[in-house]
């Protein structure tokens, strides 16, 4: 079964812009988590969505925005990025609430902002 | 809110021996699960190791296990026999069983195997 992938793996961009990430779960879950990773602040919540509906956000600022496709894949988008914004992305996904807990990282995509 | 402290920033130990890191956590709920999360250098975080909260007996996964002492808050992860390949930052995590899947990570613990 094939894992978390996430695209693209890498990614520049200056200030201002905005960027769209993609993830896609492994095969049959439903829920994708996704969290920000910065040497300064490690790793923090940015969101969940399960069959299509943001469950839970985390204390980011507006311009951080996901959604949830029917098949399970997800987006995050960043808008007028910042430099602050440069991190590591990562998502995860796991089958579903109360059946496992055990969340699949992908392998990440890399943001910098120049 | 939760919290989760890592109190050891780095550790290096030679191969073959055994090394403990720390993790210990704030909370008011009573129902969750404790893991321990890898990161390889340049690599995908994988799932080393998982507690759940109720369960009096501490988890193991062959050369891993867990001192889970629940009324002081504290879940340290034992490796025993160290490899080269178990390099990687060593993150201590903690989700509540009710409600969104967010795990709270600690900041990590770098950890070094020397040959």
């Known amino acids: 079964k094939a894992g978390v992938t996430q695209t693209p793996r890498y990614l520049i961009k200056t200030r201002g812009q905005q960027v769209t990430l993609s993830c896609s779960p492994i095969?049959?879950?439903?829920?994708v988590s996704w969290y920000q990773q910065t040497p300064g602040q490690g790793l923090q919540f940015l969101f969940e969505?399960?069959?299509?509906?943001?469950?839970n956000k985390g204390n980011f600022p507006g311009r951080f925005s996901g959604r949830q496709f029917s098949n399970s894949r997800s987006e995050m988008n960043v808008s007028t990025l910042e430099l602050g914004d440069s991190a590591l992305y990562l998502c995860a996904s796991l089958l579903g609430p109360g059946v496992s807990n055990e969340q699949f990282f992908g392998p990440g995509t890399r943001l910098t902002v120049l | 809110a939760q919290t989760v402290t890592q109190s050891q920033p780095e550790m290096s130990v030679q191969e073959a021996e055994t090394v403990t890191l720390s993790c210990t956590y704030d909370?008011?709920?009573?129902?969750?699960?404790l893991f321990w999360y890898k990161q390889p250098p340049s690599r995908q975080m994988i799932l080393v190791i998982r507690q759940e909260a109720y369960k009096q007996q501490n988890a193991t996964e062959n050369r891993f296990s867990v001192n889970f002492q629940k009324a002081a808050k504290s879940f340290s992860l034992k490796i025993s026999d160290s490899q080269l390949g178990d390099t990687a930052m060593y993150f201590c995590?903690?989700?509540?069983?009710?409600?969104?899947?967010?795990?709270?990570f600690g900041q990590g613990t770098r950890l070094t195997i020397n040959p």
């Open positions: 909370t008011s709920e009573s129902n969750y699960y």
């Open positions: 995590a903690f989700l509540v069983i009710q409600g969104a899947q967010k795990l709270v």
């Open positions: 969505y399960f069959s299509e509906t943001q469950r």
């Open positions: 095969s049959g879950h439903r829920s």
